[in-house]
């Protein structure tokens, strides 16, 4: 199998189990399994509205909750995070203001020790974060699958 064929059957399982309205088409027809020597793969989806934690214009908030579901971070520690995947720094203006509107909402919550202040996310942060995910792989995911 192509590493195309395994990514395609990655994302679609991806889908099945955990969104359960995808459709994987191919050219000739629907299927539900890698059908080797065919060109063309479509990926249709019932997309759905965004999640309320994150607004997916920038995205700044869903890749706070993403860097913070690996551990807990001051701020700038999050955007040197959010640095290595967009290579473009939040400034303070921009990232504080969302920290203290997802921690208001009960998605984060901080600590304060000495003069830091730690983030982490919390168990309604964890559940909008999946929500998120589910709607980014919906509403982007063909163009993962356009790309390869």
Known sequence: MSNIGYA????????????????LKYAGGPSA?????KKKVQIVVECCRAPECCDMRGML???ILHVLSKKRMYGMEIAEEIAKRKADKPNPGTLYPTLKELE?????ESVKEGNTRFY????????GLQRAKEFFIQAYGDIVLESM
């Open 8 to 23: 395609i059957q990655r994302i679609y399982k991806y889908w099945t189990d955990n969104i359960g309205r995808a459709i």
């Open 33 to 37: 399994h890698w059908m080797p020597g």
């Open 61 to 63: 908030s869903f890749l």
């Open 104 to 108: 208001k909402k009960g998605l984060i």
């Open 120 to 127: 982490k996310i919390t168990p309604a942060g964890k559940e």
